[in-house]
């Protein structure tokens, strides 16, 4: 069963648009891990099960604002709030759920703030972006307690266009902030015993784009 609800309002400087939904799932899929042989890192597998039931709820939230010919904000905001059932695993007989589903962070958005110059210097047309993102925690699986931390990230795009081509320099994580996106509990063989391994988003990337429009 499913209900979505969306509503849609602009005017001349102001779009916005607000969606809201709510999602009954029964046997949803849960992706689960399982290693066979503890002290055997290549016996670490995945497997996928079905939980009894899950509920998902939430809204997604955008608006721009032209605050003139020049310059714009934007906001898109994620609520999400999602819950799996009680259930057990036939593979290893652990009960997992009663709680939110992996990599389902209650909120997450983006704030853009763009300029655009139509005041061309040379035939130059000038134009940047200033861009926020950030994610709230979440569990990294369906069966460990682990949980992410919440993040926020900073991007940053500027160029210029000349006749029908454009160049942009951009840079991805300005200030090279370091967060986990995934991670799985094991044991590597080491005689450590089971332990927390992460795996990290992408660094600081600093790049340039050229394109042309035909």
Do not use: C
């Not at 499913?2 to 509503?7: A, H, L, Q, V």
């Not at 160029?159 to 986990?180: C, E, H, P, R, T």
């Not at 996106?181 to 089971?194: I, K, S």
Request: glycine share 6%; net charge neutral; no cysteine.
């Amino acid at each position: 069963m499913s209900f979505e609800y969306i509503i849609n309002y602009n005017q001349d400087r102001l779009s916005s648009k607000i969606n809201l939904f709510y999602v009954q799932r029964n046997n949803p899929q849960v992706r689960l891990y399982y290693q066979f042989d503890p002290n055997i890192p290549t016996t670490f597998d995945f497997y996928t099960a079905n939980a009894d039931k899950g509920d998902v709820m939430g809204a997604e939230i955008s608006f721009k604002v032209f605050l003139n010919k020049h310059l714009s904000i934007s906001q898109d905001l994620g609520l999400l709030k999602n819950r799996l059932n009680q259930y057990v695993s036939q593979l290893d007989g652990r009960t997992y759920g009663n709680r939110e589903s992996a990599h389902s962070p209650m909120y997450n958005y983006k704030t853009e703030v763009s300029f655009n110059s139509d005041i061309e210097i040379f035939d130059l047309g000038f134009f940047g972006d200033l861009i926020i993102t950030g994610v709230d925690k979440y569990y990294y699986d369906d069966q460990e307690n682990y949980q992410s931390s919440p993040y926020q990230l900073i991007h940053i795009n500027s160029g210029f266009n000349y006749n029908n081509f454009k160049i942009s320099l951009w840079a991805k994580n300005v200030f090279d902030k370091k967060y986990a996106t995934r991670a799985y509990f094991f044991d590597l063989g080491m005689g450590n015993g089971q332990k927390l391994y992460t795996a990290y988003g992408a660094p600081r990337t600093i790049g340039a784009t050229l394109s042309y429009q035909f």
